[in-house]
T-cell receptor, first 113, second 112 residues
Framework: GNSVTQMEGPVTLSEEAFLTINCTYT??????LFWYVQYPGEGLQLLLK?????DKGSNKGFEATYRKETTSFHLEKGSVQVSDSAVYFC????????????FGTGTRLKVLA | NAGVTQTPKFQVLKTGQSMTLQCAQD?????MYWYRQDPGMGLRLIYY???????DKGEVPNGYNVSRLNKREFSLRLESAAPSQTSVYFC???????????FGPGTRLTVT
């Protein structure tokens, strides 16, 4: 079945450091891929998405490229801020018409001033 | 446009009590979902409704029931709460199966 694996956290960085959070997936067919962010005490909100191979999703300085050959969708940001401290979830949509989504376990990012 | 709303925000139950978590969306979305979030386990799908009038089990349906009351509302019922159901519950909705989901703010449930 479909699955998502993302790096375990927590990830602790200094402000202005480069961020990479790894995400790999297993899926039949061609799912859409998503990164969601969860700030403390809130629900998840979409950060970026990509719907086909080689697409690059971007938002708020974050980027991720849909790599079919390596089945990856790694999240990157060139210079993190304290306000980026949150939990980040990688997810994929169903390819079997069941309308299910699969989420990774989440990676907590803490950015220090 | 309120998006996805959930009630209540917090709830404490004793083992064996029942309760219903309410979820509503005003975005005219077809599909709705209930997830639970536990430390270190990410989001796990409890039940979902691909469209009005249909519901299906997700990964962890035991101990729960759902009702898709109409296109807007999707409720989750715990008939006999157990401590293992202590969690944060999120409702989500989407236009269709390949689009981003919109999440509610969550319900933090504690079962003692």
């Amino acid at each position: 079945g479909n699955s998502v694996t993302q790096m375990e956290g927590p990830v602790t960085l200094s402000e202005e450091a480069f961020l990479t959070i790894n995400c790999t997936y297993t899926a039949t067919g061609y799912p859409s891929l998503f990164w969601y962010v969860q700030y403390p005490g809130e629900g998840l909100q979409l950060l970026l998405k990509a719907t086909k191979a080689d697409d690059k999703g971007s938002n708020k300085g974050f980027e991720a490229t849909y790599r079919k050959e390596t089945t990856s969708f790694h999240l990157e940001k060139g210079s993190v801020q304290v306000s980026d401290s949150a939990v980040y979830f990688c997810a994929l949509s169903s390819t079997s018409g069941t309308y299910k989504y699969i989420f990774g376990t989440g990676t907590r990012l803490k950015v220090l001033a | 446009n309120a998006g996805v709303t959930q009630t209540p925000k917090f709830q404490v139950l004793k083992t064996g009590q029942s309760m219903t978590l309410q979820c509503a969306q005003d975005m005219n979305h077809n599909s709705m979902y209930w997830y639970r979030q536990d430390p270190g386990m990410g989001l796990r799908l409890i039940y979902y409704s691909a469209s009005e009038g249909t519901t299906d089990k997700g990964e962890v349906p035991n101990g729960y029931n759902v009702s898709r009351l109409n296109k807007r509302e999707f409720s989750l019922r715990l008939e006999s709460a157990a401590p293992s159901q202590t969690s944060v519950y999120f409702c989500a909705s989407t236009v269709a199966g390949d689009y981003e989901q919109y999440f509610g703010p969550g319900t933090r449930l504690t079962v003692t």
